[in-house]
């Protein structure tokens, strides 16, 4: 059976980090594209970055681009979502994702999704 599963969410002062895990099973990421997402209460989930799975390019979202820095290791099978700086209005449900469009930051093109995993950031 197919799961994503992330990891690394809680509760943080501003100015913290955060790093998330996403780690799969039932699949490896070998050719897809591993994308991180977010929802903030009461608003659209936004597209944040991706890793592609031929190269390990990554690609941002402008909003998030020099905080935000996805990596992932291919023996652990878990895709990375660094996370610099935080503010109160990062606070969101962060999700993962896989899909087949190396480098593209458009939801309709990844299939398989995780749970999620809440970040709060508050003092």
């Known amino acids: 059976q197919r799961q994503l599963v992330e990891s690394g969410g809680g509760l943080v002062q501003p100015g913290g980090s955060l790093r998330l895990s996403c780690t799969a099973s039932?699949?490896?990421?070998?050719?897809?594209?591993i994308g991180w997402f977010r929802q903030a209460p009461g608003k659209e989930r936004e597209a944040l970055g991706c890793?592609?799975?031929?190269?390990?390019?990554?690609y941002y979202a402008h909003s998030v681009k020099g905080r935000f820095t996805i990596s992932r290791d291919n023996a652990k099978n878990t895709v990375y979502l660094q996370i610099n700086s935080l503010q109160p209005e990062d606070t969101a449900v962060y999700y993962c994702?896989?899909?087949?469009?190396?480098?593209?930051?458009?939801?309709?093109?990844?299939?398989?999704w995780g749970q999620g995993t809440q970040v709060t950031v508050s003092s």
């Open positions: 994702a896989t899909g087949v469009v190396a480098g593209s930051l458009f939801q309709e093109e990844y299939d398989y």
């Open positions: 890793i592609s799975s031929s190269d390990d390019s990554t």
């Open positions: 039932g699949l490896t990421f070998d050719g897809y594209s």
